[in-house]
T-cell receptor, first 115, second 113 residues
C-alpha cells in the first residue's frame, strides 16, 4: 500500500510565477489536509478537503492560494504570483475519515523555493 | 488558540542512553500524536494517545499523557544513531475542527555513536 505521494519534491519559482503542488492520498483515504512548514518552525494547518469539497480553509491565506480535490486525480494546492515569503515546505496528509481519532499520514513534502 | 510546545528545543545524547522529550499544550484535546521528521524529509507517525489514556508503548517508545497538567512526554529507550531527528507533538482539539493538528516547533534529538 503506497503511502501519501507528493510531487514535485522540490520546486523553484521566480517571484510572480505560479506554483502547483500535487498530493495523492493513501489508497482508501478520502480526506486530505495541507500544512505548511516554515524554516525552524512546526507545521501549520492550511486546508482540509474531501473529494470535491473544501471543508475548512481557515489556515490558508485569503489571496493567491487555492486548493482543490477533484473527483478524479490528486489534490492540488495552487499558489499564484508567488512571493519570497511563500518559500516553505508544504506537506499533505490523508486519513480514512475526518475524525480526530484518525491518524493523519504525511507525504514527503514539496519544498518550494521562490527566487 | 492552543499550541503544542516541545521541550527541550535540542537534546544531544550518546547511543544507548534514553531520551525524554516533553510537550505542553493549552486547551482540552481529543488526542495527542508524536511524529518524527528526519532532516529535509516528511513526517513519520510514531504514536497516538487518546485523552482518556495515560500511557502507551510502542517498541522502544513510551508516551505518557497528563491531561490535568496538559502535558505529554516521549521516552525513547536505548537510543540509536538512527533516532537522530526532530520530534514533534501534535494535538487535536476536543472542540469543533478537531481534525486540525496543531504542531509545536519540535525537539531536535542528536544521538552520537
Amino acid at each position: 500500500n503506497a503511502g501519501v505521494m507528493q510531487n514535485p519534491r522540490h520546486l523553484v519559482r521566480r517571484r510572480g510565477q505560479e506554483a502547483r503542488l500535487r498530493c495523492s492520498p493513501m489508497k482508501g483515504h478520502s480526506h486530505v489536509y495541507w500544512y505548511r512548514q516554515l524554516p525552524e518552525e512546526g507545521l501549520k494547518f492550511m486546508v482540509y478537503l474531501q473529494k470535491e469539497n473544501i471543508i475548512d480553509e481557515s489556515g490558508m491565506p485569503k489571496e493567491r492560494f487555492s486548493a482543490e480535490f477533484p473527483k478524479e486525480g490528486p489534490s492540488i494546492l495552487r499558489i499564484q504570483q508567488v512571493v519570497r515569503g511563500d518559500s516553505a515546505a508544504y506537506f499533505c496528509a490523508s486519513s480514512p475519515t475526518g475524525t480526530s481519532g484518525d491518524t493523519q499520514y504525511f507525504g514527503p513534502g514539496t519544498r518550494l523555493t521562490v527566487l | 488558540s492552543q499550541q503544542g510546545e516541545e521541550d527541550p528545543q535540542a537534546l544531544s545524547i550518546q547511543e544507548g542512553e534514553n531520551a525524554t522529550m516533553n510537550c505542553s499544550y493549552k486547551t482540552s484535546i481529543n488526542n495527542l500524536q508524536w511524529y518524527r521528521q528526519n532532516s529535509g524529509r516528511g513526517l513519520v507517525h510514531l504514536i497516538l494517545i487518546r485523552s482518556n489514556e495515560r500511557e502507551k508503548h510502542s517498541g522502544r517508545l513510551r508516551v505518557t499523557l497528563d491531561t490535568s497538567k496538559k502535558s505529554s512526554s516521549l521516552l525513547i529507550t536505548a537510543s540509536r544513531a538512527a533516532d537522530t531527528a526532530s520530534y514533534f507533538c501534535a494535538t487535536a482539539y476536543s472542540g469543533g475542527s478537531n481534525y486540525k493538528l496543531t504542531f509545536g516547533k519540535g525537539t531536535l534529538l542528536t544521538v552520537n555513536p
